[in-house]
């Protein structure tokens, strides 16, 4: 008999006691998404970069 469970929402194995941390992991992606988007003094959504994927200059050659 196997000494693990799997989680309902992802299926991932874990250990006895072990609490899953998937919906913690998607909140926390989906707040940073969300926090890519700002709303103008026009109404109209806009992306703000700040801070976020400043990679993407270094990786231009």
Avoid: H, W
């Avoid at 919906?23 to 709303?39: C, L, P, S």
């Avoid at 970069?49 to 993407?56: H, K, P």
Wanted: net charge negative; glycine share 12%; with cysteine.
């Amino acid at each position: 008999m196997p000494f693990y469970r799997e989680c309902p929402l992802c299926g991932c194995t874990l250990d006895p006691d072990e609490k899953c941390d998937c919906q913690e992991e998607k909140e926390r992606e989906q707040q940073r998404i969300m926090g890519m988007f700002r709303v103008g003094g026009n109404g109209q959504m806009n992306f703000s970069f700040a801070g976020e994927g400043r990679d993407y200059e270094k990786k231009v050659v």
